[in-house]
């Protein structure tokens, strides 16, 4: 008799462990979807703030120089991306010919070599009071 309670103890014991596998199976199968959804939604951040970040001001900085570059027109004071100033004398498709110091220096650049427009008239460069 003694032999049947341990042996049916032992068979409970059995049972139970087995549904304590099942719960930590069924758990460990849905925390791994959780953790899935979680690693693909962080990814999902991670590309929206480099695209804030990063990507979107690059091309709107891009988007104003292009624009720039496309209004420069004959008699705008600029500056180069080598710290020269000058005074657009003509444009071409692909080049730029600027005038620069006070004896009217002729000389042609690239026009991807412009670094910006100069608003400010310079002393030297305006017309004479009489």
């Not at 341990?6 to 953790?35: C, F, Y």
């Not at 600029?78 to 080049?95: E, N, R, S």
Request: hydrophobic fraction near 50%; glycine fraction near 10%; aromatic fraction near 4%.
């Amino acid at each position: 008799m003694l032999m049947n309670i341990t042996s049916a103890l032992a068979e409970t014991a059995g049972q139970a462990v087995s549904v304590t596998d099942s719960a930590n199976a069924a758990t460990a199968t849905t925390g791994g979807a959780g953790d899935m959804i979680s690693m693909v939604l962080m990814m999902a951040v991670m590309v929206a703030v480099f695209y804030f970040m990063l990507i979107r001001p690059q091309r709107k900085k891009d988007k104003a120089v292009k624009n720039m570059l496309d209004n420069l027109k004959v008699g705008d004071r600029i500056w180069t991306i080598g710290g020269f100033y000058g005074t657009v004398a003509g444009l071409k498709d692909d080049t730029v010919t600027l005038t620069m110091g006070s004896l009217q220096n002729t000389v042609v650049i690239k026009r991807s070599a412009v670094g910006g427009v100069e608003n400010v008239a310079v002393e030297n460069e305006a017309a004479p009071e009489i």
